[in-house]
């Protein structure tokens, strides 16, 4: 238990009296040395609305009203919005745009209750007081006028345009893209601001790209610091770094990617032994060339990794590292980690070693023309008989692998992936639906192996680590899923689900018309993964440690795990504070697990920009579909390419009902019953690609095309 988790027992206890700081130290025992460490835990608790401080300087716990009633907004183009209370448990609060006060998309503020919650309809609340806004800048049109401006937000949530007086603007022309500060909101008017940078004018390459990357704080310029540093970098390895490193070059090696890809982290080698495989998972040793504290190490640690914007990457290494002497190039010695595993013909990992290691990749195979060769038995792919043999045992290895971890219940999520093609102006050139092939597969069995090895290696040393935990889903998750399955004809029994019962559904709908659907409403019901200094189970792999070792490149968790396994290769863990680095790791995994988050939203925008920007050249044309989600307002349709849209009720002729209990809508002129999985011909109406929206109209037939 870290030191934080200690306080929060002391101070929710039943028998507790509120402390002053110094009855907190006179109680914990603490030196002068870890004297400082409370006071930043203190404030950190304070800060999460966890505890608080009152005005005589005594620590408090919180009442269930102070908790359930603190939180963040979360906006709605209207100027409505809903109230997200830091208790996860506390169910959201609609909040009028007459009742906003003042606040601005996910604003922590403290509300109070106006009204209670009744069926169908939520409770409605009144903001209080903004606690602490969001974002203090702003991406979005500079509207220019005579000796005064506006710039209007690309996140229309945000509620208000921001009014920008003539001296503050910075050189920008009208219809720039801009980044705005603000700096003053007055209690009555709109926000007030100063241009601080201009991204691009309205039509210039990527534009729309570029400001979703400045609107979610992405870092996407490497410091000067970190440019000269990388200018030092040298393109080659020398024989002094190769002192008592493991010689695998004459090991058979390959990697295996993606055609476009250009930094190669991972590679692999197999030997069979009987009836057990040796496999080595050799990762890129980034830690040898970045090292702690240096300017490369910190812009990568604010990254906190790479992000895939489809013709656009912000990588975490400059390019010199992560396409060059990291990459684990063909025919070009590299500087590794090395994981040999012994793996039996159950599956189960019953011996492993670890080296800092020198290799050289033999091939650079591509995921297409591994799996035309082992999928549809392509012997006309490779020339090279070795290759051939090699991935044969590897295919062994991975179906034993998958078949093990099918027994153990991890949930094999199927759902469509998009696979854009977009050209380097911007424009999107087509849309489909991503398939994993053995050769995909194949790689993820190893890195899920590997990543499994080094995760149960330090929880068994009992050592401070950054593991990757995935918590249980929420009950009232559980209900909704279910409900939802069950109005498509299926069912999970029991109230203490396992992994294997989720998994067990998938496999009951696979290749089915729901099957995608199916797989997004589960992903829906799981908690979101997150780094943590915590041991705790990986719910959807069903294993009891895991963590990320075997993407160095463009994950800085996994640079973390390198230091230690090198730590660990050298027997110098004990050298180590374990109680600072406990510490470290904490706030390590917070920032972490906040970046990843970063990217992802960032990420999610694109794709669905990119989704805009391509069917706009369908409208009025006609697509099939399956029902994704039905609401009170209106059916999510996503469409076989992996687009989704919106019917909104409201603009059809026909009437419809919200039967919430049943997760239907019914329409009620023709007398039709729609589901969640019912699959139906929609018609394209409109594409707001400002806004990010697909509005779709449902063609009502005498019947839905089918119906689960």
Do not use: W
């Not at 007086?165 to 801009?178: G, M, P, Q, S």
């Not at 109406?685 to 109209?697: E, G, H, K, L, S």
Request: some cysteine; charged content about 35%; overall charge negative.
């Amino acid at each position: 238990m870290n030191l934080k988790d200690i306080i929060l027992n002391i101070v929710y206890d039943e028998n507790y009296l509120p402390m002053t700081f110094k009855e907190l130290d006179k109680y914990l025992k603490v030196d002068k040395y870890t004297r400082k460490a409370v006071r930043d835990i203190i404030k950190d608790l304070e800060k999460d609305n966890k505890i608080r401080v009152s005005n005589k300087k005594r620590i408090m716990p919180l009442t269930d009203e102070e908790i359930n009633l603190t939180g963040k907004i979360s906006m709605a183009q209207g100027g409505y919005g809903f109230f997200i209370s830091d208790n996860t448990d506390f169910e959201d609060v609609f909040i009028k745009r007459d009742n906003m006060n003042r606040a601005h998309n996910n604003d922590r503020v403290k509300i109070e209750l106006v009204k209670g919650k009744e069926k169908g309809r939520k409770a409605e609340g009144r903001v209080l007081d903004v606690i602490e806004r969001a974002k203090d800048e702003i991406v979005g049109s500079f509207q220019k006028n005579k000796g005064f401006g506006f710039v209007i937000p690309d996140d229309r949530s945000f509620g208000d345009d921001i009014f920008i007086a003539e001296k503050f603007f910075n050189k920008a022309k009208n219809k720039d893209k801009v980044v705005v500060e603000i700096i003053n909101y007055p209690k009555d008017g709109k926000p007030e601001g100063r241009i601080k940078e201009i991204i691009g004018g309205k039509n210039d390459k990527n534009i729309e790209i570029l400001s979703l990357i400045r609107s979610h704080g992405l870092p996407y310029q490497f410091s000067k610091e970190s440019k000269k540093e990388s200018l030092y970098v040298k393109d080659k390895v020398n024989e002094i770094e190769l002192e008592g490193r493991k010689d695998l070059r004459d090991l058979f090696t390959v990697t295996i990617d993606g055609r476009d890809s250009k930094d190669f982290d991972d590679a692999i080698s197999i030997e069979k032994n009987g009836e057990n495989y040796d496999l080595y998972v050799h990762i890129a040793d980034v830690a040898h060339y970045v090292k702690k504290g240096t300017a490369i190490d910190k812009d990568a640690y604010e990254r906190g990794n790479s992000t895939y914007l489809f013709n656009i990457v912000i990588p975490m290494l400059p390019e010199v590292l992560s396409n060059g002497i990291c990459s684990l190039n063909p025919n070009e010695d590299r500087l590794a980690i090395s994981l040999r595993m012994t793996i039996n013909y159950k599956g189960n990992v019953i011996d492993n070693e670890f080296y800092e290691s020198v290799i050289n990749s033999d091939h650079r195979l591509v995921y297409d023309d591994v799996n035309a060769f082992l999928d549809k038995d392509d012997e006309n792919v490779y020339d090279d008989e070795l290759i051939k043999e090699k991935l044969r045992i590897f295919d062994e290895l991975r179906q034993i692998l998958n078949t093990m971890r099918e027994k153990r219940g991890a949930i094999d999520f199927n759902f469509s992936e998009s696979q854009i093609d977009v050209a380097e102006d911007g424009r999107v050139l087509n849309i489909s639906n991503f398939e994993r092939g053995s050769g995909n597969k194949m790689i993820e069995e190893f890195m899920l192996a590997a990543n499994e090895t080094v995760a149960s290696l330090f929880a068994y040393m009992d050592f401070p680590f950054i593991y990757r935990i995935h918590e249980k889903p929420k009950e009232e998750k559980i209900e909704g899923f279910k409900r939802a399955l069950n109005t498509m004809g299926y069912n999970i029994r029991g109230n203490d689900l396992h992994p294997k019962d989720f998994q067990q559904i998938l496999e009951e709908v696979e290749g089915k018309d729901v099957e995608s659907v199916i797989n997004i409403l589960m992903l829906r019901t799981m908690q979101k993964a997150k780094y943590s200094e915590h041991r705790d189970m990986h719910f959807g792999l069903s294993t009891s440690f895991y963590t990320h070792f075997t993407s160095p490149i463009r994950r800085y968790p996994d640079l973390i795990v390198h230091r230690l396994v090198k730590k660990f290769i050298h027997n110098k863990l004990t050298s180590l504070n374990q109680t600072s680095l406990e510490k470290t790791i904490t706030n390590n995994a917070d920032h972490l697990s906040m970046t990843e988050r970063r990217s992802e939203d960032c990420e999610r925008d694109v794709e669905d920009l990119l989704k805009c920007k391509y069917m706009i050249r369908f409208i009025g044309d006609e697509f099939y579909g399956n029902i994704s989600a039905i609401t009170d307002f209106g059916i999510f349709i996503e469409l076989d390419n992996t687009v989704e849209g919106l019917f909104m009720y409201k603009f059809s002729n026909d009437r419809y009902e919200y039967l919430e209990d049943k997760m239907k809508a019914f329409n009620t002129d023709k007398k039709i019953f729609y589901s969640i999985g019912d699959r139906v011909k929609i018609r394209v109406m409109d594409v707001d690609t400002y806004q990010r929206n697909i509005d779709f109209d449902l063609e009502v037939n005498d019947e839905i095309i089918s119906q689960q």
